[in-house]
């Protein structure tokens, strides 16, 4: 799948791959993403964020 395309269908997740918490965080404050879905690879958005080591994307997902 071409980065554009995972950007487009997955942007919680994309977020998140580049650590860019504070995006995150004000996305998600405005309810703009299901913290639930999966990504291609059955991945949530936390799970992704802690297996790349991601702490503080992983701080923002466990807030909300």
Not at 49 to 63: D, K, Q
């Amino acid at each position: 799948m071409a980065a554009k395309s995972l950007k487009n269908e997955y942007p919680i997740h994309w977020l998140v791959w580049h650590n860019s918490f504070r995006e995150l965080d004000a996305d998600i404050e405005a309810n703009m993403y299901d913290l639930e879905l999966l990504d291609p690879r059955g991945r949530t958005p936390l799970h992704l964020a802690v297996a790349l080591g991601h702490l503080e994307s992983t701080r923002v997902l466990l807030r909300h």
